[in-house]
């Protein structure tokens, strides 16, 4: 199986951004599973050493404008995608996974500048330790444990000519080739649908979380580094309004935006229009069906604060059960 190692996927330019002109590092047929280690989004600092604060610790990456921060593998070739088509990238796996750095992010949260929440503005490092499926975190005394559920956070096709950096990036030139969507439905059986801008489609991914809280409050979640095992299929000649992610259970439309409430109705117009075009329902029909179905869901996957031009990333989510599926 093609492999790409950990050593090309961080610390040099081309893994900092989407560009067309970069390179391959790989390329593979339509329907070809291959892996990649990709890196977390400190690029392993603060994992090797919780001492370190960000970004002060972090020079090499922290000096660049926008910060060498969210390190992707790519571009992935996939032979036989042109401009104009869709790339089904299935997520078939997500493995061997480090342990988890998170850390408190100065000026960039929701709290900052608020009298009584200093602390959530000083510079914090943790570790979280990720094994046999369970993420466990501890803080003075106390130690909290929950479920791992790891996800690629950042997946993008390159734009047509533009130079888009991977950190402030989930809204490019087309919103259906993807970027920094920190979305945690993006794991293990998960398909996402991305426009193709260029031949060969041109697929970065990377950010692996551990597990996220729906919103990653606090800007960033369980950063890991881990091996991704992922298949690239073609959809020819198909437009795509959002990036749409499939699972076993639901169809997903994502939209980034601000304000919250103009994504929320972006990505359910496209979740609407997704139901009509290939499955046949009628726009009223889904309208009314969403408003009633207790397990549609309006998701909020990264409401992060603070970092430029990054938008909050919402998820309208469809029970597959609707469609007898």
């Not at 260029?198 to 369980?222: K, P, R």
């Not at 795509?240 to 919250?260: A, F, G, Q, T």
């Amino acid at each position: 199986m093609k492999h790409v190692p950990l050593s090309r996927n961080f610390g040099s330019p081309e893994n900092y951004v989407f560009d067309a002109r970069t390179p391959p590092v790989l390329t593979v047929s339509a329907g070809e599973e291959f892996t990649a280690e990709v890196q977390d989004a400190y690029n392993g600092m603060l994992r090797e050493d919780p001492c370190r604060l960000q970004p002060a610790d972090l020079t090499f990456y922290a000096e660049r404008q926008p910060f060498w921060y969210n390190p992707v593998c790519g571009p992935i070739y996939v032979e036989g995608a042109s401009k104009g088509d869709v790339l089904a990238v299935t997520i078939l796996a997500v493995d061997e996974l480090s342990a988890g750095s998170i850390a408190t992010v100065p000026r960039v949260h929701h709290f900052a500048g608020l009298r009584g929440w200093e602390e959530t503005d000083q510079p914090f490092t943790g570790i979280v330790t990720n094994d046999k499926e369970v993420s466990e975190w501890q803080y003075g005394e106390q130690v909290h444990r929950w479920p791992m559920r790891p996800f690629v956070g950042t997946i993008a096709t390159a734009p047509e000519y533009e130079v888009l950096s991977t950190l402030p990036t989930n809204f490019g030139s087309v919103m259906g080739a993807g970027g920094n969507l920190d979305c945690s439905a993006i794991g293990p059986g998960a398909t996402v649908y991305l426009q193709s801008m260029n031949l060969g489609g041109l697929l970065f991914f990377g950010d692996l979380h551990g597990s996220q809280g729906d919103g990653e409050l606090c800007g960033v979640a369980n950063e890991v580094s881990g091996r991704v095992r992922l298949v690239c299929n073609v959809l020819k000649r198909k437009w795509l309004r959002n990036v749409r992610v499939e699972n076993s259970d639901s169809l997903i439309s994502l939209y980034c935006y601000r304000p919250m409430e103009e994504a929320f109705r972006q990505a359910t117009r496209d979740l609407i229009l997704w139901l009509e075009e290939d499955y046949g329902l009628t726009r009223r029909e889904v309208y009314l069906l969403i408003s009633m179905c207790p397990d549609f869901h309006l998701r909020t996957y990264q409401m992060c604060a603070g970092l430029g031009r990054l938008m909050t990333t919402v998820g309208a989510e469809f029970p597959k059960y609707l469609l007898g599926m």
